[in-house]
């Protein structure tokens, strides 16, 4: 990458709290690769790796991101942990942080989160030495709850690809896409069967934070913006690695199909990614229990078998 933007911070996993970022007066930038092939990456992982985790890393190494003053990593899945690994032993930025994120949403894990995100706070505020104020916190807590913002550090890309409005009709069947980082193809192939997308439950997607109202979070937190942090993250859609949290997932498919009238669902699976294939028994046994039919779909970052998607895919329009 080249010379470093000293504001800039760039940041992977939903679970980013960009919040911490911009309430130093950085700007926090999703860093999302273009699909490809990853032959420089390659030589720095086991073939059976993440394409997703591969593409960010051939990216980098090619120098085609926006070259920030540090990266923040979520260690949100083993492929991730790899990468951060690799990311730092080559010191592809000037800085790297990595920070846990529990797998479950109880008391407990909001705790220790809120104390693990103060900590992180200090150590962003040391690295730049800048004082990170509570203040300035709830700031950023409140900005970030107003929609898409134009420096793509929440739901920027997320909005645009959250599918129709609850409640917007369509003559076409409704349809649920499922998947970690979904490929652009597949919503346009979507599309190309007869069919329009819904709702996107993605990491590029949904499962971003959302709006939350902030007003009334100090009461509800004892005034401690880090408390308010981690609840915010850890009570948004639940993504497939919360694996002690999936009766919460389970109810937010059930609202997600009944607020976006879903008629029928589609899970992206990525190559070589357990929690995936874990997480899909649940999507499935979950709609499927709804009457409405899933098909799996398994690909890389860049997509999969066009030609058996495809059939696939108008097979699933004929049954809708």
């Not at 850890?234 to 694996?243: D, N, S």
């Amino acid at each position: 990458m080249g010379e470093a933007r000293k504001e800039l911070i760039g940041w992977f996993c939903s679970y980013t709290p960009v919040e911490l970022i911009r309430a130093l007066g950085l700007t926090p930038l999703r860093l999302l690769p273009p699909p490809g092939k990853t032959p420089r990456a390659d030589a720095y992982f086991t073939g059976n790796l993440c394409p997703y985790v591969k593409a960010i890393l051939e990216t980098a190494l090619a120098g085609e991101f926006p070259a920030p003053a540090g990266i923040l990593f979520v260690a949100s899945c083993n492929a991730m942990i790899h990468l951060s690994n690799i990311w730092r032993s080559l010191k592809l930025t000037p800085r790297v942080w990595i920070l846990d994120v529990p797998r479950r949403a109880d008391s407990l894990a909001v705790n220790y989160w809120a104390r693990r995100l103060k900590e992180l706070g200090g150590e962003l505020s040391a690295s730049f030495s800048r004082p990170l104020e509570e203040e300035a916190l709830w700031r950023a807590l409140e900005e970030e709850s107003h929609g898409p913002r134009q420096d793509g550090s929440r739901g920027e890309r997320g909005r645009e690809r959250n599918g129709l409005s609850p409640g917007r009709k369509t003559s076409r069947p409704r349809l649920l896409l499922v998947g970690s980082v979904l490929p652009d193809v597949l919503r346009d192939m979507v599309e190309e069967a007869g069919m329009s997308v819904v709702y996107e439950d993605a990491c590029n997607g949904g499962r971003l934070v959302g709006e939350r109202n902030v007003t009334g979070a100090g009461e509800r937190s004892g005034g401690d913006p880090y408390l308010y942090l981690a609840q915010r993250y850890l009570y948004k859609p639940p993504c497939p690695r919360m694996v002690a949290d999936r009766d919460r997932r389970r109810i937010y498919l059930r609202e997600v199909v009944k607020t976006y009238e879903v008629q029928g669902a589609v899970y992206h699976a990525m190559k070589f990614c357990d929690l995936a294939m874990v997480d899909f028994t649940l999507v499935k046994d979950e709609l499927e229990g709804m009457g409405i039919p899933v098909l799996k779909l398994e690909g890389d970052y860049a997509g999969g078998n066009r030609g058996q998607w495809a059939t696939r895919l108008e097979a699933l329009r004929e049954m809708l």
